[in-house]
């Protein structure tokens, strides 16, 4: 079956610094994966999706970026963290059901992080 | 443009009454809708989906949806509500866009259960 992992859980950050989150799949090939933000009491906000490795798409203007090193890895990253970057990251995954139109199934979501930004 | 309203912020139930959580959206063709449902601090957890055939579609935890093409909805409907089903419920529909995939989400309606 298959299983989708973030890490860290829960991260605290000062304005300014660093940030690196990963998700990883197990149990599918070339899967479609996705990063989402949710803001506090707000729905789900696409940050980037990728069909494959370094094939990403990003949906909003932002000082975050993403990398897909390896086909079930990917990783949101920033290299100043703003206040406005506070909130819950998701991670998904979905397969391609129709070939030839990109056109992808069930997304099915990590646990998240939660991040903190001071 | 693809678009899913979620007309109710909040809504509160009393235990073992029924719930109708309402979803609209706004597709030019046949949608792929989905629901899932978001504990506190969690993911979220795949309800029931949507492709095609019987427009009444039965998921997880005694949960059901029905698509109505006319009315563009798509309401998730549970006869006796439980305690543990609060939680935030969020609908979205899966639709072909110029980039690819697309899935678009509502803002999510969120459940209170009192005993």
């Known amino acids: 079956s298959q299983t989708i992992h973030q890490w860290p859980a829960t991260l605290v950050q000062p304005v300014g610094s660093p940030l690196s989150l990963e998700c990883t799949v197990e149990g599918t090939s070339n899967p479609n994966l996705y990063w989402y933000r949710q803001a506090a009491g707000r729905g789900l906000q696409l940050l980037f999706y990728?069909?494959?490795?370094?094939?990403i798409s990003s949906e909003v203007p932002q000082n975050l970026s993403a990398s897909r090193p390896q086909d079930r890895q990917f990783i949101l990253s920033s290299k100043k963290l703003l206040l406005s970057d506070s909130g819950f990251y998701l991670c998904a995954w979905s397969v391609t059901v129709l070939p030839g139109t990109g056109y992808s199934d069930t997304q099915y979501f990590g646990p998240g992080t939660r991040l903190t930004v001071l | 443009a693809q678009s899913v309203t979620q007309p109710d912020i909040h809504i509160t139930v009393s235990e073992g009454a029924s719930l109708e959580l309402r979803c609209n959206y706004s597709y030019g063709a046949t949608p792929y809708l989905f629901w899932y449902v978001q504990s506190p601090g969690q993911g979220l957890q795949l309800l029931l989906k949507?492709?095609?055939?019987?427009?009444l579609v039965q998921g997880i935890k005694g949960f059901e949806a029905e698509f109505k093409r006319s009315q563009s909805s798509f309401n998730l409907r549970k006869p006796s509500v439980h305690w543990s089903d609060a939680a935030e419920y969020f609908c979205?529909?899966?639709?072909?866009?110029?980039?690819?995939?697309?899935?678009?989400f509502g803002t999510g309606t969120s459940l209170t259960v009192i005993p």
């Open positions: 949507y492709f095609s055939g019987d427009t």
């Open positions: 990728s069909i494959g490795i370094d094939q």
């Open positions: 979205a529909v899966g639709a072909l866009s110029n980039t690819g995939n697309q899935f678009y």
